[in-house]
């Protein structure tokens, strides 16, 4: 995936309008073909037999191929178009022109570390081939076998590794600009219709050889197959002596490009912050992309050095790349669609297909992050489910609640109420369970029924407490305002205090899972599945999303007094943490319950997809 993430970030380059009077070369059909499958072919197609036998064989993993081609030729062509209508040429560009200046910032952070995981890569790979090269010559000049082999520190292959980073890397990658990169700069037809064609052939080309790729050599090897290829065959082959070779220049050629590339963001910025200072020149440049390059080059040695399995750096690049190929391609064409001149139609499902692509990327990143083999991914793990549990609730406080303080001051009130129900409940259980039979299995059964119950209602109650209390404080609000309306709705306070309690109730439910999370020990090691933590960030997103939607449902049933609603939303509680399956299905039907509480309707609903409603943000209601 990290290749097509790059492919995806390079070929952006291949829309850009060169100077007027510029000696760039231009580029045909066939070149552009050839650049975009020439950075789609790099280190993970070595990885691919061993993702075939990790899918579970042949039939499951193309079929997962079939599927991910559609998402990648659409993200092709959506930057494309992007890039078309902001007239920028380099990815990251095109996400800040588009999407505003936060996202353009997220996308040049996940690029460099993207870029930089790859790097990591390369040199693993690199590290691969050099130890069974220097096994096949050992083997050659004395005739002995591997376990004969005298160890001696300057034929070891780190050792080796940081010589020719040294030697060749360094001095490749210093340069400021690289001479190749002027013939992968435009091409000579930019219309939109030749960029989806170039974009479908290139993309075919790559799935006939990473398919060909991970079947032969899942075929050949079955359950054995090493995460490189290359190490599954024997070192003292000559045909694969000169394919380690020729793989080995290869990647030592493209790493300084994948260098420069992610130099140049660090350096963008450090430039642009330091010129608000004194005068940056040229030795003063010189000197940052010195210092950058060795720095780049050293961390990722020590990495690669120290962090020898593939297929460990293949599992965090998969998951970044997912914001390449799925969230900002997806984001920017949600953008664009709120300001292009489009079919009201076409604008909607090409919005919804924006939604779906980005909940697929957040999905893949999740699940890319949360299932590594190793103990080096247990940050990845923590920060994985972390952005999946609390990331949309995040984004609604973000956006809908952190510029209003009175806002703020009702969301922290309701997670405090949220906090004092759950306090309470702790202390009737800890009263039952001392008072209680502890060797009576029907005992115990009787009172984990009774806590859940308990705690429902207690939270419930509070709930209520909690409305009754802005009612009164909203009635003052209003005696104190000068205008004649309530400085905020009862629907919005329904919204705002729903929200507290979901993230309070989050908090409390998976903070020690994330805790957990960091390690030390791996889940599934016995045999168990790997999708504990995964499973419990989305049961968590869940349960905040539906304290959300009950915190309506419920304020709008007090207001119109449908106590019969209360009673719905108090049964349905319990069953949030069934399976995940049903609580998706009742989270569904409480957003929908939610949204006709809240006044919204199809007709509303139409309006907001296609744009023509500009009062469909919750800043923008006004309150009644």
Known sequence: MEELARESIRSISLLSRPARGSDVPRLGSFGAIFIMLKSALGAGLLNFPWAF???????????????????????????????????????????????????????????????????????????????????????????????????????????????????????????????????????????????????????????????????????????????????????????????????????????????????????????????????????????????????????????????????????????????????????????????????????????????????????????????????????????????????????LFLFTIARDPLRVIFLIAGAFFWLVSLLLSSLVWFITVQISNKNSAAQQRGLLIFGVVLSVLLQETFRYGYYRLLKKANEGLLALSQEDTMPISMRQLAYVSGLGFGFMSGAFSVVNILSDSLGPGTVGIHGDSQHYFISSAFMTLAIILLHMFWGVVFFESCERQRWWALGAVTFVNPHYQGSLIPTYIILSVMAAWAYLCAGGSLRNLKLCLTCKDKDFLLANHRPR
């Open 53 to 395: 036998e990790k899918a579970g064989g042949v039939n499951t993993a193309i079929s997962v191929e079939m599927v991910s081609l559609v998402f990648l030729i659409s993200g092709l062509v959506i930057l494309g178009y992007a890039s078309s209508i902001s007239r920028q040429n380099t990815y990251h560009d095109v996400v800040r022109e588009v999407c505003g200046q936060r996202i353009g910032h997220l996308c040049e952070i996940c690029f460099v570390f993207n870029l930089f995981m790859i790097s990591v890569a390369f040199l693993v790979v690199v590290q691969d081939q050099l130890d069974k090269l220097c096994l096949s010559l050992y083997e050659t000049v004395t005739g002995n076998t591997e376990g004969e082999m005298p160890y001696h520190w300057y034929t070891d292959h780190r050792f080796a590794l940081f010589v020719m980073c040294l030697i060749i890397i360094l001095p490749l990658s210093i340069p400021k600009e690289i001479g190749i990169q002027k013939y992968t700069s435009s091409m000579e037809n930019k219309k939109i219709t030749h960029w989806v064609f170039i974009s479908v052939t290139s993309m075919i080309f790559c799935l006939l050889i990473y398919t060909l790729t991970g079947v032969f050599g899942f075929l050949t090897f079955g359950r054995e197959v090493a995460s490189d290829i290359l190490m599954s065959y024997p070192g003292n082959d000559v045909v694969m002596i000169i394919a380690r070779l020729l793989f080995g220049i290869s990647i030592i050629t493209i790493y300084p490009i994948i260098l420069l590339l992610g130099r140049s963001v660090i350096l963008t910025q450090i430039l642009r912050f330091w010129e608000r200072r004194a005068i940056i020149t040229s030795v003063f440049e010189s000197r940052c992309r010195l210092i950058l390059t060795v720095l780049w080059i050293a961390v990722t040695l020590l990495i690669a050095i120290y962090v020898p399995d593939m297929s460990e750096v293949i599992s965090v690049i998969g998951g970044i790349s997912a914001f390449f190929i799925f969230i900002f391609p997806g984001l920017c064409l949600i953008f664009a669609m709120q300001t292009e001149p489009i079919n009201h139609r076409i604008r909607a499902i090409l919005t919804v297909w924006g939604v779906v692509t980005v909940v697929t990327g957040a999905f893949i990143f999740g699940q890319s992050t949360t299932i590594a083999p190793s103990s080096i991914m247990t940050v990845a793990v923590f920060f994985g489910c972390t952005f999946i549990a609390f990331g949309p609730a995040v984004a």
